[in-house]
């Protein structure tokens, strides 16, 4: 995922990718917004005691050296006549970048840091939702075998016969895997807290007092799993959303799983072709079950903290190639 991610925004996959996954999980670990100084914001004093100022910056320096390094090979590549660094040939989102800035022709002035904020947010925003979803939907479909087997009965029949598997178009034809990858979100939301808010003016909600400057977090993950929203909420049930209107768009609040407003994900799209054609490469060419002596409902289940919501052991399954009666 991590390789998507990367070719997206730098255009390649990059040398210093693992180092950069490593440095982002350090970052998100960090601003998981529940820091003790992150409780006190005036009291600047718990930023220097706490370390939580000086790691920040350590961090975002060392990913700083990383994204200055891939423009810099970007800029000397274009000065050596290559104009076009995507690994398909064609421009990347950097060359893009870097031409406008060339040639003057955007209004506003463009600077090194505006390119590094995009493909640090399509970077970080990318990778990490997209591969937990992906792993989440594993765990929860090896707990639920009956909702495997439809998934892969729907995979199986839409590759049926195919000899690739990357045609985007064939996305639309997931009709199951994209109820199962709704009620993982639901369960499992990759950005639990969304992302923080700062209340602009003082509000009042059912009697409390919200003061200004707050910082404000959005529990979807809770939001998710309430039983006045959902009907067996803790129940893995991909079916609820059959014939539902809830969707992706912000509009129902009890499913904000990407969020609202006009801080909504931009990569809603993007995010869920990045969770659905691995995962349905994953339930077609394998059949998958848990190791000998683990049984289904002993499998841990925890998050990690932070702002991402991984799981935090690691899964591990064993995967059985299948072989189509067509190959
Ligand atoms: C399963 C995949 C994904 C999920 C569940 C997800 C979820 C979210 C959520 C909940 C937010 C915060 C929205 C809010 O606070 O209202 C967000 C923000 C964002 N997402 Fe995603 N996202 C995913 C994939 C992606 C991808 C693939 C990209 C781009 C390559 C992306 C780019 C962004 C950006 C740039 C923001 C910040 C928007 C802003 O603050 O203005 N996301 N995403």
């Given at each position: 995922m991590n390789a998507a991610a990367c070719r997206s925004a730098f255009g390649n996959v990059c040398k210093d990718q693992k180092e950069l996954i490593k440095l982002i999980h350090e970052a998100q670990s960090l601003s998981g917004g529940f820091e003790l100084a992150d409780l006190f914001p005036s009291k600047k004093i718990l930023h220097g005691i706490s370390g939580?100022?000086?790691?920040?910056?350590?961090?975002?320096?060392?990913?700083?050296?990383?994204?200055?390094?891939?423009?810099?090979?970007?800029?000397?590549?274009?000065?050596?006549?290559?104009?076009?660094?995507?690994?398909?040939?064609?421009?990347?989102?950097?060359?893009?970048?870097?031409?406008?800035?060339?040639?003057?022709?955007?209004?506003?002035?463009?600077?090194?840091?505006?390119?590094?904020?995009?493909?640090?947010?399509?970077?970080?925003?990318?990778?990490?939702?997209?591969?937990?979803?992906?792993?989440?939907?594993?765990?929860?479909?090896?707990?639920?075998?009956?909702?495997?087997?439809?998934?892969?009965?729907?995979?199986?029949?839409?590759?049926?016969?195919?000899?690739t598997f990357d045609d985007e178009t064939e996305l639309e034809k997931f009709t199951y895997l994209k109820l199962v990858i709704k009620e993982t979100v639901r369960l499992h939301p990759p950005t639990p807290l969304l992302v923080p808010r700062e209340c602009r003016e003082e509000t009042n909600i059912d009697g409390f007092t919200i003061p200004l400057k707050s910082k404000v977090l959005v529990n979807v993950w809770a939001i998710g799993r309430d039983p006045e929203s959902w009907k067996s909420p803790e129940c893995f049930i991909p079916e609820r959303f059959e014939n539902s209107s809830i969707e992706f768009t912000g509009n129902h609040f009890q499913f904000l799983q990407f969020g609202a407003g006009r801080r909504i994900c931009p990569g809603i799209q993007f995010g869920l072709a990045l969770v659905t054609l691995p995962l349905a490469h994953l339930l077609y060419k394998f059949d998958w079950k848990l190791p000998e002596g683990i049984n289904a409902k002993d499998l841990d289940m925890t998050e990690a903290n932070g702002i991402s919501a991984r799981r935090q052991s690691d899964l591990y399954l064993i995967a059985t190639p299948y072989v189509s009666p067509l190959d």
């Open positions: 939580m100022k000086s790691k920040l910056m350590k961090a975002r320096n060392k990913v700083d050296v990383v994204l200055n390094n891939i423009i810099n090979v970007h800029r000397e590549n274009r000065a050596n006549g290559k104009s076009c660094n995507g690994e398909s040939g064609a421009e990347d989102f950097i060359d893009v970048f870097l031409r406008i800035m060339e040639s003057g022709e955007f209004p506003l002035p463009l600077t090194n840091d505006n390119i590094k904020a995009v493909i640090l947010d399509m970077f970080v925003a990318g990778s990490d939702t997209s591969s937990s979803t992906v792993i989440w939907a594993l765990s929860e479909m090896i707990k639920s075998p009956s909702v495997m087997v439809k998934a892969q009965a729907e995979v199986r029949e839409v590759f049926k016969g195919k000899k």
